[in-house]
């Protein structure tokens, strides 16, 4: 039990080293007077076709989807759902956070003229869930998850023409994590502990973070924590928060 203990304390401080990350590059697009401080910032659902979704490519997700009944179709699209949903969230919450009130709408809403407002909105290029198994067996990068965004910031005024702010293409992958091989087969000597015991202790970090929902929402969950990081030093330049 003591190399059991060992092992998976040395699994978990490689995990830290190599959990989920996103990168944002930021393209300025206005570099005008400071605009009026807008009355809300509306994130509207990105926008992402099933098509654009690769679901996972593992022999043993493969045979649960047959198993399971629901076409590819349905699960791409389940999963193209999750992402926006994610993405959609997180960023309402970051920006709220920040003290400017924010709100999501859905991806058809025609934003209506009005008060001064301020659009997050985009598209999602490309969604793939990678291979679980390799994930959690070899981890290190194999079998990656991933999701690409592009994103616009966009100044809706009452009484001029919307003006383009910044935009951002965003990346965010699972990481490279290790996996059962990092341990040296520790579950093994779990023996009679439940499955699931066993999964967290020779699977490391990663096979923790595979059993706390879907891969493709958390790589999103760290996207918009990343987008929201880069919109906050846009809107204190125009002076809608404060520094600090």
Known sequence: MRSVVCALRLSL????????????????????????????????????APGDVALDSG????????????????QQQAAAQSVVDALGNTLVDAIARMGLTARRISADTVVPAGDNAVLVDGNIVAINEGNRAKRVVIGFGAGAST?????????????????????????????AAPGMLATGG????????????????????????????????????????????????????QGWIAAN
């Open 13 to 48: 401080a490689l995990g830290l080293a190599g959990c989920s990350h996103a990168t944002v590059e930021t393209q300025p697009l206005y570099l005008g007077a400071a605009l009026p401080r807008p009355a809300v910032v509306l994130v509207r659902d990105f926008v992402v």
């Open 59 to 74: 022999r043993i997700a493969r045979l649960r989807r047959a198993i399971g009944g629901e076409s590819d179709s349905q």
């Open 147 to 175: 999701v690409d965004v592009r994103v616009a910031l966009t100044y809706l005024a009452a009484a001029r023409a919307e003006q383009r702010l910044a935009g951002f293409q965003a990346s965010g992958s699972s990481g």
């Open 186 to 237: 520790a579950g093994a000597a779990v023996g009679a502990a439940s499955t699931a015991t066993t999964v967290a202790v020779s699977g490391g970090t990663q096979a923790i973070r595979e059993t706390q929902g879907t891969t493709v929402s958390h790589d999103a969950d760290n996207i918009g924590d990343k987008i929201a990081a880069a919109l906050k030093p846009i809107f204190i330049k």
